[in-house]
């Protein structure tokens, strides 16, 4: 069974920093991508970054140059390093991984964490 654990959510005042963790476990042939989604109050969940085993990264752009992801591929952990936060930046944040179980290797599917709310103070 292939588990998805977030942790790093919370409270931060406007301008500050959080860094978001998020562990796969189990039984993983391959991970083709990891990354994180988010979703505000109302709104769809949206992309705010992924990133390829390969190297390939993928921004939102209401993110660039404040967020950075990062991986153990090692330890098949994301990272998200968010800075300069602002209010809009609340929601809950989800990991996600494209990844292949080793009951089923080479057929890969999306799994996601529980989330994990992230809340920006002005």
């Known amino acids: 069974q292939v588990q998805l654990v977030e942790s790093g959510g919370g409270l931060v005042q406007a301008g500050g920093s959080l860094k978001l963790s998020c562990a796969a476990s189990?039984?993983?042939?391959?991970?083709?991508?990891m990354g994180w989604y988010r979703q505000a109050p109302g709104k769809q969940r949206e992309l705010v970054v992924r990133?390829?085993?390969?190297?390939?990264?993928n921004y939102a752009d209401s993110v660039k140059g404040r967020f950075t992801i990062s991986r153990d591929n090692a330890q098949n952990t994301v990272y998200l390093q968010m800075s300069s936060l602002k209010p809009e930046d609340r929601a809950v944040y989800y990991c996600?991984?494209?990844?292949?179980?080793?009951?089923?290797?080479?057929?890969?599917?999306?799994?996601w964490g529980q989330g994990t709310q992230v809340t920006v103070s002005s």
């Open positions: 990133e390829t085993t390969g190297g390939s990264t």
């Open positions: 189990g039984s993983i042939f391959s991970i083709y991508a």
């Open positions: 996600n991984a494209y990844l292949s179980p080793a009951t089923m290797e080479r057929i890969y599917s999306g799994y």
